[in-house]
């Protein structure tokens, strides 16, 4: 649980988003799709946050908040990493948001996806599994965005896949309410669009 300062850093974390700083990382990240063009988007997505999982170290930074670059070199806590996988999503056209709730702050990006076995099994796919019964993809709702799809959160230190829950459950920073899940305590989303940057919305017709 963070501080009562701390918790006043979540709400800046908007302010140091910077896709442009990042372009050239995710590009670079993404590698080749041995999937197929049906599951691009997911592909990029499960490449960016498995290296800021794997490869980003979570370290404590108290009141500073990192920009991206700062973050993908030396590392950050929940709100430094955050900011830097939004912006490389952001970069590679993906909506991205930051939902601050609980005292942490935990990345989400926009997918036109439902919440179905389609959408699991080709994320069990993109994962290298054949069994999609250990996939079960949550997603979030829509607040004041418009979008037609859902929010998976794609949390670096929590979510081992795209819209995994698990650990975000342990940690009682998701709860059951009424037979749904829901942010507990929830304080803040900050939903960013990559045209707001100059990058194009890969989801845009």
């Not at 988007?41 to 908040?65: A, M, P, R, S």
């Not at 948001?97 to 796919?125: D, M, W, Y």
């Not at 670096?156 to 037979?179: A, C, H, P, Q, W």
Request: hydrophobic fraction near 30%; charge should be negative; proline fraction near 4%.
């Amino acid at each position: 649980m963070t501080s009562k300062k701390q918790r006043g850093k979540n709400e800046h974390v908007g302010t140091v988003i910077d896709p442009e700083q990042v372009e050239g990382t995710a590009d670079d990240i993404i590698g080749v799709n041995p999937y197929g063009p049906d599951v691009q988007d997911l592909w990029e997505v499960y490449q960016l946050h498995k290296h800021c999982f794997n490869n980003v170290d979570h370290v404590d930074t108290g009141l500073e908040l990192r920009t991206p670059k700062e973050t993908l070199e030396k590392g950050g806590d929940c709100e430094d990493q955050s900011v830097l996988l939004s912006s490389l999503l952001l970069s590679r056209g993906f909506p991205a948001r930051i939902i601050s709730a609980h005292g942490h702050c935990v990345p989400e990006v926009f997918l036109p996806r439902g919440l179905n076995e389609e959408t699991n099994e080709q994320i069990a796919k993109i994962y290298g599994e054949e069994n999609s019964s250990s996939f079960f993809a949550c997603g979030d709702l829509d607040r004041g965005e418009g979008l037609d799809g859902h929010w998976f959160a794609v949390d670096t230190g929590r979510s081992y896949y795209i819209g995994d829950l698990d650990v975000l459950f342990d940690d009682e920073i998701v709860v059951e309410k009424e037979g749904l899940w829901t942010w507990n305590n929830f304080k803040a989303s900050f939903s960013k669009m990559p045209e707001d940057y100059g990058f194009e919305n890969r989801f845009n017709n």
